[in-house]
């Protein structure tokens, strides 16, 4: 299989049917029985092959090698050595490598098209001027008809050109816009993890000012700050690794550890999980940015938080109770909220977040996950 791909990429990159092509217009070329069955352009009368005529077969198919890399040259030798064989006469079977190399050139050619098809028609003109003076009986209609066949053959080679750039600046749209995927959900994960970290160390931090006068009680709060600031470097560093989108997928036990230290920083928190499997990164993510915002707008409120694992999807809800009187609504700026909304349509899911009756705040994602093999 590993062979058949490297033959298939330097057939592609390569261009190997042409010089195919030319070994298949050399052989018929030489076959008797094919003598005098090629193009015949200018009216001459046929003449068998000689010295001469091997030259002008040369001439017309070794340089399709390198009609990919050097398309006017190559047209250029198939032109001359199709004059040759047109003007003499020897009507060979190479002849019909003159549109295949129009149709390279055609295709190919990124630079002064226009000034190469005008050279080449001056070419043309004089060339099937030359067949009257050597007694060809060739009408002028037959003329005019070639050349609009090989005008129709330039118009194929421009409109293959065309769509491979099409389809090159489509692909560069997509990248271009994959790249931009990619920066926005790092700067969504980042602003989940700062967001969620940084809040927690505050509240940590404010609790230990109002602890001074109860060493014992002081010293856990300095120590779940420190581990606070701990996973939150972690988290960074995995974002800014930049590592395959699976990479730092939190482990079953994650959210356990995100509501445990939410509890240190001061917040009531129920936890519940069922079902099998355990949380993705979107999943985690809802968790951490509702118990973020249960921090900034409800500290102290109780929160609950309810995961179930099913055979198709994952489902989160975590609800907080009313804040205390003077407080904001746990609702959040929106962003984070926004960005996980987008990330589980995405997936398929559905995400809603509002304000309850009683005056608190839930969060409540369903996230399609793969069906199990």
């Not at 047209?75 to 040759?84: D, E, K, M, P, R």
């Not at 050597?134 to 066949?149: C, H, N, Q, S």
């Amino acid at each position: 299989m590993i062979g058949f791909r490297r033959v298939r990429e330097l057939w592609r990159r390569y261009a190997l049917w042409y010089p195919l092509i030319g070994l298949v217009l050399v052989a018929g070329s030489l076959v008797p029985a094919l003598a005098g069955q090629g193009t015949r352009w200018g009216g001459m009368p046929d003449r068998p092959l000689d010295g001469l005529g091997v030259v002008a077969v040369a001439l017309q198919c070794v340089p399709l090698a390198g009609c990919r890399r050097w398309p006017v040259t190559c047209f250029a030798l198939v032109s001359l050595g199709f004059a040759v064989d047109q003007l003499r006469g020897y009507h060979t079977f190479a002849g019909t490598a003159l549109p295949v190399a129009l149709l390279a050139l055609g295709a190919g050619l990124e630079r002064r098209r226009g000034l190469t098809a005008l050279g080449f028609s001056l070419a043309y003109v004089a060339v099937a001027a030359l067949f009257p003076a050597l007694g060809a009986g060739e009408p002028l209609a037959e003329f005019v008809t070639f050349y609009l066949a090989l005008v129709l053959v330039w118009a194929l080679g421009s409109w293959l050109r065309a769509t491979r750039i099409a389809e090159a600046e489509r692909r560069r749209r997509i990248a271009e816009d994959s790249r931009h995927a990619e920066r926005t959900r790092i700067a969504r994960d980042l602003h989940d993890v700062v967001t969620h970290h940084v809040t927690a160390m505050v509240v940590q931090a404010e609790a230990a000012r109002c602890l001074t006068a109860a060493p014992e009680r002081l010293d856990g709060s300095l120590v779940a700050v420190t581990e606070t600031g701990r996973r939150a470097l972690t988290e960074l560093r995995h974002l800014l690794d930049v590592l395959n989108p699976d990479h730092g997928t939190p482990a079953g036990s994650a959210l356990r550890t995100l509501v445990e230290q939410t509890r240190r920083a001061g917040q009531a928190v129920e936890f519940t999980e069922d079902g099998r499997g355990s949380a993705g990164p979107v999943a985690y993510r809802v968790v951490q940015e509702a118990l973020t915002n249960a921090l900034k707008y409800a500290r102290g409120s109780r929160t609950r938080v309810q995961v179930h694992h099913g055979e198709r999807e994952t489902t989160v809800t975590v609800s907080t109770d009313r804040p205390e009187p003077g407080g904001d609504p746990p609702g959040g700026s929106g962003r984070g909220l926004a960005g996980l909304r987008e990330r589980v349509d995405m997936l398929g899911g559905d995400f809603s977040a509002g304000q309850e009756p009683g005056g608190g705040f839930s969060v409540h994602a369903r996230i399609p996950t793969e069906s199990p093999s």
